[in-house]
């Protein structure tokens, strides 16, 4: 259903600081695939995410969704149709919002506007559900600003937000990097929920190993803007971290892993 066939992505080309970003990205995902997407610093998986949103264009090659061609395709009307949430618990939400009108803004996302801007009883209801699954305890604050709310919190409620709408596809930047250990666990079971429950494709970028292979059905490994391994289903579910790190030994790159990969 999501297709990318040769892209590549060159930052500030031709002056001192080109950076090649992505090349020869080719990935084609089924429906309900859930990648988990594993990588150095800068090996360009948040790039990777950025064009699938339409936030960088792609200079070559091809971006499909359901047959779509929407490599040129801008932010805001992918927007409709994708949910993101960030490493960062203050994007994503509106801080000086109550959870319920947060809520209410995710609801009516790439809708026409209307004139009753009010919440109704039902939807009042569904929201109440919702907070209740994340067992967070928010179903009894809907009024409370969404500032006051811890990074867990926010993540979550964030999570909720960007599948409040299903959306074609969820794209998740280390969305648990912020948060403490018990809290990222926490949050990453609901991500876990949320992505099952509503067959949603997914990418997970993630720094942690064990996390990658524990979570999805596929695992992509980038270096220096390229895939260089890709691996689903039965061969996934047997990885270990052992296997990952001698992936990475392949490319004869001391910084290919950082101490984040390792220390998590
Ligand atoms: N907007 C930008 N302008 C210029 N260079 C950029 C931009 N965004 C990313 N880059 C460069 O592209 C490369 C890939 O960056 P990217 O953010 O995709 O890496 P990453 O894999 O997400 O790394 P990290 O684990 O640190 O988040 C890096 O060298 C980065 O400096
Ligand atoms: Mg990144």
């Given at each position: 259903?999501?297709?990318?066939?040769?892209?590549?992505?060159?930052?500030?080309?031709?002056?001192?600081?080109?950076?090649?970003?992505?090349?020869?990205?080719?990935?084609?995902?089924?429906?309900?695939?859930?990648?988990?997407?594993?990588?150095?610093?800068?090996?360009?998986?948040?790039?990777?995410?950025?064009?699938?949103?339409?936030?960088?264009?792609?200079?070559?090659?091809?971006?499909?969704?359901?047959?779509?061609?929407?490599?040129?395709?801008?932010?805001?009307?992918?927007?409709?149709?994708?949910?993101?949430?960030?490493?960062?618990?203050?994007?994503?939400?509106?801080?000086?919002?109550?959870i319920e009108e947060n809520l209410a803004m995710a609801f009516r996302?790439?809708?026409?506007?209307?004139?009753?801007?009010?919440i109704t009883h039902e939807e009042r209801l569904s929201y109440t559900e919702k907070l209740k699954m994340l067992?967070?305890?928010l179903e009894?604050?809907m009024?409370?600003?969404?500032?006051?709310?811890?990074?867990?919190?926010?993540?979550?409620?964030?999570?909720l937000m960007?599948t409040l709408q299903k959306?074609?596809?969820?794209?998740?930047?280390?969305?648990?990097?912020?948060?403490?250990?018990?809290?990222?666990?926490?949050?990453?079971?609901?991500?876990?929920?949320?992505?099952?429950r509503e067959?949603?494709?997914?990418?997970?970028?993630?720094?942690?190993?064990?996390?990658?292979?524990?979570?999805?059905?596929?695992?992509?490994?980038?270096?220096?803007?390229?895939?260089?391994?890709?691996?689903?289903?039965?061969?996934?579910?047997?990885?270990?971290?052992?296997?990952?790190?001698?992936?990475?030994?392949?490319?004869?790159?001391?910084?290919?892993?950082?101490?984040?990969?390792?220390?998590?």
């Amino acid at each position: 259903m999501l297709k990318l066939t040769n892209v590549y992505k060159t930052f500030n080309p031709g002056t001192i600081t080109e950076r090649k970003a992505l090349i020869d990205i080719n990935i084609e995902l089924n429906e309900g695939d859930f990648v988990t997407v594993i990588g150095g610093n800068g090996a360009g998986k948040s790039t990777l995410l950025n064009l699938i949103a339409g936030v960088h264009e792609a200079d070559s090659g091809t971006v499909l969704l359901d047959s779509t061609d929407i490599t040129y395709q801008k932010e805001y009307r992918r927007s409709r149709y994708l949910g993101r949430v960030f490493q960062d618990p203050m994007m994503g939400t509106a801080a000086n919002m109550g959870i319920e009108e947060n809520l209410a803004m995710a609801f009516r996302r790439g809708k026409r506007r209307s004139l009753h801007w009010g919440i109704t009883h039902e939807e009042r209801l569904s929201y109440t559900e919702k907070l209740k699954m994340l067992d967070l305890g928010l179903e009894t604050r809907m009024k409370a600003k969404v500032g006051l709310l811890s990074g867990g919190q926010r993540q979550a409620l964030t999570l909720l937000m960007a599948t409040l709408q299903k959306p074609r596809v969820l794209l998740l930047d280390e969305h648990t990097a912020a948060l403490d250990p018990k809290t990222a666990k926490k949050v990453l079971e609901l991500t876990e929920e949320i992505i099952t429950r509503e067959n949603l494709t997914t990418f997970m970028v993630t720094h942690n190993m064990k996390n990658a292979i524990l979570y999805g059905n596929r695992l992509i490994m980038m270096y220096e803007g390229r895939i260089i391994f890709d691996i689903s289903g039965e061969e996934k579910k047997t990885l270990e971290v052992a296997d990952l790190l001698k992936k990475f030994e392949t490319v004869n790159d001391s910084d290919a892993v950082n101490d984040r990969m390792i220390l998590t």
